[in-house]
């Protein structure tokens, strides 16, 4: 079983607003992601880290910026909410394993509307 | 490249119904597979998982095997309920651009009528 959490659930907010969306995992994984979820359902990967310190751009560009101060706490921030924000986020992580395939573990989403 | 392509839904069945919901990829070198659900309102649960050829996956009474010869991973059940209502994701796992990246299909809706 995963432990893997995200805060909010669920976000109405303002055109303008600055939020953080928070994602903690307690299964000391080194591997963290963000995931933006589309109402068609498709994933496409927003934001990725290796270990503390570390942060890279996924496939789709995002406004969103990403930061890894702690092993378990990779937060997500948007400086200045807008409705093309609204989605459903995903947080994931998964277990370094060398030369193999790792598997990632996802949290329960936060369902975000930009009014 | 990498990808994953997985039936259209959405699926509807009546209860205690076969489930069948294929998943054929691309891929260069040896992903593991796996298969994701998504219920109502809530994130990807890891529903099962492969890693080589041959290799069947089971959980909660879905089972899929990972067929490298029709580069397929087909999820199947021989009896779903209500409960098994959901979004079902496939995806492939593969080292791209130097790191660990997970490939989704499009998902597919499965609706059970009791």
């Known amino acids: 079983e995963a432990d893997i959490y995200q805060t909010p659930r669920y976000l109405v907010i303002g055109t303008g607003k600055k939020i953080t969306l928070e994602c903690s995992q307690t299964?000391?994984?080194?591997?963290m992601y963000w995931y933006q979820q589309d109402p068609g359902m498709e994933l496409h990967l927003i934001h990725y880290s290796y270990g503390v310190n570390s942060t890279e751009k996924g496939d789709l560009s995002s406004e969103s910026t990403v930061s890894r101060i702690r092993t378990e706490h990779f937060p997500l921030t948007l400086e200045s909410a807008r409705p093309s924000h609204t989605s459903q986020y995903l947080c994931?992580?998964?277990?370094?394993?060398?030369?193999?395939?790792?598997?990632?573990?996802f949290g329960p989403g936060t369902r975000l509307l930009v009014l | 490249g990498n990808s994953v392509t997985q039936m259209e839904g959405p699926v509807t069945l009546s209860e205690e119904a076969f489930l069948t919901i294929n998943c054929t990829y691309t891929a260069t070198g040896y992903p593991s597979l796996f298969w994701y659900v998504q219920y109502p309102g809530e994130g990807l649960q890891l529903l099962l998982k492969a890693t080589k050829a041959d290799d069947k996956g089971s959980n909660k009474g879905f089972e899929a095997t990972y067929r490298k010869e029709t580069t397929s991973f087909h999820l199947e059940k021989g009896s779903v309920q209500v409960s098994d209502s959901a979004v079902y994701f496939c995806a492939l796992s593969a080292i791209s651009g130097g790191y660990n990246k997970l490939i989704f299909g499009a998902g597919t809706r499965l609706a059970v009528h009791p």
């Open positions: 994931a992580s998964s277990e370094y394993q060398a030369g193999r395939q790792e598997t990632q573990y």
């Open positions: 299964m000391g994984h080194d591997k």
